[in-house]
């Protein structure tokens, strides 16, 4: 029997409200999408061609990738109508496992789920709209500014986004809708003309053929790509807090949202296959496969609408790093006004209605972690952290379905075998990551950051001041 914790906090109705609900479905709806949709669909893919060659086995890991961002979903639903409030994943796991859980799931979803794919997604934004000018700006520039060009831009995007969220809630719901739609518009077009005009080749499904045995540990490295290409499923829970009735539209936001992208994703990776031979991704280098969506345009249209669908492609990215800058704040927000980070994360502006300094400290630590690595270090440090915490946070369904002092507006379907499915998958996944020689670093960098706050929470109070609560 797994032990019910006390409620660790449990907020009156005035600090429940105090935050207003100004998002409607449409917001929670393109959160989801906008947060899913990111580096790892415009990467992940070229990897798992390179590694394996097998055009099946790839549409089979996104198929799979789509369940668990399904299962995942569902459950959060489920948690976040029971428990509607700011902060995600954070007031889950406290609220089922206990304080010191709750401190270690907020500090891994802030710094790994959030920050870290900020920088990852500014970093590859940057190669995308600098790619149709890297020749140019190689000659022109001296080898140490050119090496480090694509920090510079990734910081300056990072910086533009952090001050347009801090303006407020309103200016937040106009940029995500809008640079929402023009990443999917940007993504559709490349299915649609690619597969009607392309000069692709359907004879590369040829290529498929059931996993060999050496195949296996490649495609559980690479579902943990496909795991953080899915992440942000739960992206609308954490503005549970702010969404109008979240009993019957947050559900929605996330079913819907997750849906949306399974089925983008699987047209993408079928058009990859349309326009790459899969035998001759195996030659490729891994630099060479990173950028695949621009891979598959070249194939597809040549160089010149190559280049012009990068500067697309990069501005599209966009979406993805505003909807972490609007989503992670609120996470150090909770944790604040309960004693479990610096107090001054709990300092929600009165006139603007966002967390100010919160976004600030998290624009900040992006753009560090953007100088601290390569792309694919960064890729790897968030993939399993992530994982971890998000299977921290499924597994806070089975304690709190226990809880009579909450209510259920909404039961995720099959229980429990969607959360089950979810976990047994991320076991999987972050075991084969460790044992791979040349991932293991950065996998061990990203648990151990996971780990530190084990320590840090046992130095925080139990309860923030009063006067951090907004009014």
Known sequence: MIPVPEPSIQPSSAEADAVPRTFGYWTGHFVVVASMIGAGILTTSGFTLRDTGNPAALLGLWLLGGMMAWAGAVTVAELGTRLPRVGGD??????????IAGFVAGWATFVIGFIAPTAVVARLSASYLLSPFADSLTLMLPPPLG??????????????????????????????????????????????????????????????????????????????YVGYAYAGWNGAAYLAGEIRQPARLLPKCLLGG??????????????????????????????QVEKVAELAIQHLFGDRVARVTSLLLGLGLLASISAYILTGPRVAYAM?????????????????????????????????????????????YASVGLAVASGLTVASVFPLRRRSDLPRPYSLPFYPWPPLLYLTLIIWTVGHMLTQPDRRLPAILSLATIGIAVPLSRRTRTKAPTSAVPQ
């Open 258 to 287: 997750a849906a949306t992208v399974t089925i983008i994703y699987l047209a993408v990776n079928l058009t990859y296959i349309y326009a790459l031979d899969p035998v001759q991704m195996m030659k490729f280098s891994s630099q």
């Open 90 to 99: 954070y007031v889950f796991v406290r609220e089922g496992f206990g304080q």
């Open 147 to 224: 090496s480090s060009l694509s920090q510079g831009v990734a910081t300056l995007i990072v910086l533009a986004l952090t001050v347009v969220h801090s303006f407020g809630a309103q200016h937040s719901r106009r940029l995500q809708i809008g640079a929402t739609l023009i990443k999917v518009t940007i993504l559709l077009s490349l299915v649609g003309l690619g597969l009607i005009f392309g000069n692709g080749d359907w004879n590369h499904l040829r290529a498929s053929t059931w996993p060999r045995a050496d195949q296996w540990p490649a495609l559980a490295v690479s579902l943990i």
């Open 336 to 380: 604040a006004r309960d004693g479990a980070f610096p107090i001054w994360a709990a300092c929600w502006h009165p006139h603007r209605q966002v967390p100010v300094t919160a976004i600030i400290i998290h624009g900040g630590s992006a753009i560090v972690l953007i100088w601290s690595g390569t792309f694919l270090e960064l890729l790897d």
